[in-house]
């Protein structure tokens, strides 16, 4: 049995992180059997991130490789419907989400006070007294200075929205009328766009960066397809 080794739900979504939430739906995509193991550590991952797919004795660290693992395994192809063409613009926007957009959700998550309360009690909340406070603390700074060596997180805030704004353009031009980004079938880009949107729509406080997405009926539409689609049947 594959195990996926995850955070937890949070904010409505079956994991606090949306990569976690990707793998999810790759899983749900692919017919195959796992089990979530939610309140895994991060620290005992390869890339000492999560999500990791625990293997037998392997462990399969990162969701595009977990991705490339399933592919293999089943023999399927989660971008069998793409021509060449398609498959070169599932990888950029696939890019365009994970290495950009979810940074600027980090920062709307982890730089914003009004955001952070719910995260420290989410993620810290548990912790004893003096030492939760400390260590809360202690990785909130680290994930900040992940987001400023990345870049984004030396933005302003308004400087961060209007950046993640050309990518939420970028994916509704993508839509068009169409259900799922490359039609009427989800593919792999749908695992990784429609999961990062719906992460920062359901941030719990009511930032401009949640706004952005939650003014946008056609990303909101897309979010309750992807959703009903690829989401794991609780
Ligand atoms: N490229 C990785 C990114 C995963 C990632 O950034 N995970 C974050 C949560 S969203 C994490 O585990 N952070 C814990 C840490 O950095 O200590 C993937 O696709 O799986």
């Given at each position: ?10 904010f409505g979504q079956p994991d606090a992180s949306p990569f976690v939430v990707k793998a999810m739906c ?21 890339y000492k991130k999560l999500p990791a797919l625990q293997v037998d004795e392997a462990m399969i660290a ?55 309360v719910h995260l420290k009690s989410l993620f810290f909340g548990d912790l004893p007294p003096v030492i ?103």
């Open positions: 049995m594959l195990k996926l080794k995850s955070f937890g739900p949070a790759l899983l749900t995509m692919a017919n195959a059997e796992w089990e979530n193991n939610p309140g895994s550590d991060s620290r005992k991952t390869p990162d969701s595009e490789t977990i991705r490339y693992f399933l592919e293999d395994k089943y023999a399927i192809d989660f971008d069998e419907p793409l021509d060449v063409q398609q498959r070169a613009q599932s990888r950029a926007l696939i890019r365009m989400v994970e290495e950009h957009f979810y940074f600027c959700g980090l920062c709307d998550r982890w730089m914003n006070d009004s955001n952070w939760g406070p400390f260590i809360a603390k202690h990785v909130r700074k680290s994930v900040i200075n992940s987001a400023k060596g990345q870049g984004i997180g030396r933005f302003e805030y308004d400087k961060m929205v209007e950046r993640a704004t050309h990518d939420l353009v970028a994916i509704e031009n993508t839509l068009g009328q169409q259900t799922f980004l490359f039609g009427d079938k989800p593919t792999a880009a749908d695992a990784s766009v429609g999961t990062a949107l719906a992460a920062y729509a359901a941030s719990p406080a009511d930032t401009a960066l949640k706004q952005l997405v939650l003014s946008r009926p056609v990303l909101m539409a897309y979010i309750k397809s992807v959703e009903a689609a690829i989401y794991p049947k609780s």
